[in-house]
């Protein structure tokens, strides 16, 4: 059984970086045809897809937040990780990370860590 656990700073100041990690467990983040992915919730909205980190490393981003994203991964440790800069308020969010397997997206799902961007 897969299972992901978010950590996180919980509060961020303006302006400063954002960094969560993922830790996976029951499974490979460099397992074949695996991703893993990081979402987002900000209160009162709806999921926003951020990013992914396929199995051999590639990354991608949602274009609107392709400039201040970076995704890195600790395979000594099974863990990937979103960075996100120069944060706004607009960035507060519950943060979740997800895998996705073959064609199905999200197949396992870490239960989320919220961030709050404030001063």
């Known amino acids: 059984q897969v299972q992901l656990q978010e950590s996180g700073p919980g509060l961020v100041k303006p302006s400063q970086t954002l960094s969560v990690t993922c830790t996976v467990s029951g499974g490979s983040i460099t397992t074949v045809a695996t991703a893993w992915s990081w979402i987002r919730q900000p209160p009162g909205k709806g999921l926003e897809w951020v990013g992914v980190?396929?199995?051999?490393?590639?990354?991608f981003f949602d274009p609107s937040l392709k400039s201040r994203a970076s995704i890195s991964r600790d395979l000594s440790t099974n863990q990937f990780s979103l960075q996100l800069n120069s944060v706004t308020s607009e960035d507060t969010a519950v943060y979740y990370c997800?895998?996705?397997?073959?064609?199905?997206?999200?197949?396992?799902w870490g239960q989320g860590t919220q961030v709050t961007v404030s001063s």
């Open positions: 997800a895998r996705d397997s073959g064609n199905v997206w999200g197949d396992y």
């Open positions: 980190i396929s199995y051999n490393g590639r990354t």
